[in-house]
């Protein structure tokens, strides 16, 4: 029997443990999403546990459709999304919101898991990512240094699969604007 599968039918079955486990396994996710989003950890430890709520009230309509970890990821994207929303923050920079551009997906050159890698440009690096708006930093730390797939990023953003690269690339390119302008760095 599938994993996925037999954690929800021992938390629908209310077996001793089994929600808790499924949170010790989903709360990283969950953790990332909404911290990229709304960058304040107290915002973030209470929409953790408003996501986990939601879980746990609606876990008998989940369908197996996809992974629980992209079912889960869905539920916190959204319930950071209605946070950000009653607090008016926007999800893009004006400017950057444009639509799909076939031409914008090739690759632009910039490895960003080498630069990761690199201990001082990290820590430069990390700044540039915190300076993207909520959504194109989301994405592109969820490809990037969670390494989840453009599938499993469409299933918890509900975001085509062009719109999440189109992000992708414009973030990779901001980042090297980002590292050049502000810290000399050639990326």
């Not at 209310?14 to 996710?29: C, M, S």
């Not at 986990?52 to 869905?74: C, D, N, P, T």
């Not at 916190?76 to 923050?89: C, D, N, P, S």
Request: proline share 4%; net charge negative; with cysteine.
């Amino acid at each position: 029997m599938n994993p996925d599968r037999q954690l929800v039918d021992a938390v629908l079955a209310r077996r001793a443990g089994a929600f808790e486990r499924l949170v010790a396994e989903h709360q990283g996710l969950c953790w990332h999403i909404i911290q990229r989003l709304v960058r304040h950890p107290e915002d973030t430890r209470e929409l953790c546990q408003e996501t986990f709520l939601r879980v746990y009230q609606y876990l008998h309509q989940y369908r197996y459709e996809s992974a629980l970890k992209s079912w889960i990821g869905r539920v916190a994207y959204a319930v950071a999304l209605r946070h950000l929303e009653k607090k008016q923050v926007p999800l893009l920079e004006a400017e950057r919101d444009a639509d799909d551009d076939p031409l914008l997906q090739e690759s632009d050159g910039f490895d960003l898991e080498s630069a990761w890698a690199d201990a001082q440009l990290r820590e430069r690096l990390q700044a540039a990512i915190e300076a993207l708006a909520p959504l194109p930093r989301m994405l592109l730390t969820l490809y990037h240094l969670d390494e989840l797939s453009i599938p499993e990023i469409v299933q918890i953003s509900g975001l085509p699969a062009g719109t999440i690269k189109s992000h992708l690339f414009r973030s990779r390119l901001r980042l090297r604007e980002l590292l050049q302008t502000r810290f000399g760095v050639s990326a």
